[in-house]
């Protein structure tokens, strides 16, 4: 108990999260969390740098989308530089020159959907490197002294991340053993600069959902990140297990929905209370050729873009939309060039601060519902 | 003669070469090319943006290494996006965004080193695309009519780039055909925003290289460039080559060598009369992440940099050096990161334009050789 308060002592000197503004009609809210390296304005998407980068972007470029904070992944960090790189660099904001915050995940995700040779107890879990083979064992206690080593701003419990379809038991068992995992977590985490999250797991049961919120709550982590959904179920058990546990959920801490970053996406899940989204998809998909406009998705590699020498996204500002046109993008993804995938990347990144920002906006002055139903009309429309 | 007389008073009107500065000891010069895009000082290094991009960067970027005109591949555009795409943007500076001059090849090299379906008659070249096999038919109107669609600044004509070795009988034959396609190209030529180079060919045999040399000056070419060296022949054979007909050029004309582009070569091709320079090398070993420094290459996956934080070259003044570790730089290349290729490009091709401006000022204030000597120690000192 001593211990706890003390820990709530150091934490509340750094860090803190209000709510600023809430839909009346919905549970949509605006809030602002703040930390040693920056304020947080939430709802947020946070750009994925899984390597200590986000991929084909400089640290000013993903400053410039609108970014506050970025997510990087301990797994991958971990297995390459290696944390000894990293700490020896000064932490990972020095080593990538990222001095916002960055959130870590706890590779738990990673572990479990990468791997095919993995062996699981409670003490922790045996996996393989996708990139040699070696074999490695990740503790509780290991995965939270890596993020210190890291020195992220806002770090992840180690966690058994379900996949989907499980059967109850399954879930029930590993529940269990992610909790107990939580409480080594806590236990092991010293940092009072590091924002330690609990994640509620429990695949698509009600029961198992409530019971983990509540455990989570009970251990007093300063957040809430919700695991384990948008891993194949349907968009309806989603939804519903966020209507399950979301008000359960103390006000005055955010929540945090891991792996979600679509637009339609991002106001279902505000709607139902989420501050926090990370997700690959606008990088990914930037990658391959795909812009997020206002009027849905359009792939550049079409070949009606082939004349078109208008912008992708004519009310987008961004430097791409600004500068160069739908035929030239075409031809650079044609013609295989990195400099395609490169101003993709920034546009799509862009429109995802941008829209979470006017998001921030319509809550704030009471029109959320209103931007959601205009958005997602026009979103809907055309495209491709 | 009254039409050759009426060309050149076009051609004066738009552009102009004059030699500013000499070395007492070598055939080194420095001078200045004006052309209606900007003023380009010699010697200079070109860029090369073979797709309408130089691979990896944004013109904002190019332009930020002190690049003062790129290279784009007319085989390349002709085949992708096509002449229709680029014309329809308004010619490629508009496409690709790029206002400073653009020096066009005329396919000659691609179509005869890509190629192994190719048949050769006096009247042009038929070969299949390395894209889709598609047959095309480049003549030499068509070639100078292409790129005067393109709209480039300096443009050259359709010419047979000899591999090494070759026959002294196929030298000659080919030279024939070479030297008929200059003069068709020379009177299909119209364009006055246009400077047409003549390209001497002829091997290593000096009796047709000065051949070729003296056939270009008579036709009355702005410009000279030196085709089908740096293909495979001997150091020494390059600068016998040079050294046969660089002295038989006249002073007010600048030159042009093809293909070169290594920090040793400027230095020795400078000394024996090149204004100008063009390459894929500091462009593409840059993003197998070698990086060209002052202290010789740094091939950025060497172990040693594992723990490396200093930075690639202390000696430049690069976003990269400004700002990234070794050890950084080595991750990005080890994880496979866009990034790396990027900043390598960027470094790499803020190297060689640097060292061409600091050649440049050497040359101006009479100490080119001390420089020269004073560099390559250090080039050749250490690196990897």
Redesign the interface.
Known sequence: MFRQLNYQIKYMSLFSFSVIAKSGKTLARAGILSTPRGIIETPVFMPVGT???V????PEEVDSTGASIILANTY?LYL??GV??IA??GGLHN???WEKPILTDSGGFQVFSLNSLRKVTDDGVVFRSHIDGSEHFFTPEKVIKIQESLGSDIIMPLDECLPYPCEYEYARNSLKRTHLWAKISRETHSSSSQMLFGIVQGGVYTDLRKESAGFMIESGFEGFSLGGLSVGEPKEDMHRVLEDIVPLLPQEKPRYLMGVGKPEDFFECITRGVDMFDCVLPTRIGRNGTLLTSRGKVVLKNSKY??D?SPPDEECGCYLCR???K??M???F??D???G???ATYHNLYFSCNLLAKIRESIKEGRFEKFKEEFLERYNSSGQ
């Open positions: 390597q200590a980068t991929k084909a972007m400089t991958h390459r530089p000894e790189v020896s660099s080593f990538m020159r082939r004349l020498f500068n160069y046109t035929a030239y075409r031809h650079l044609m013609a060039e990195i400099l995938p490169r101003l």
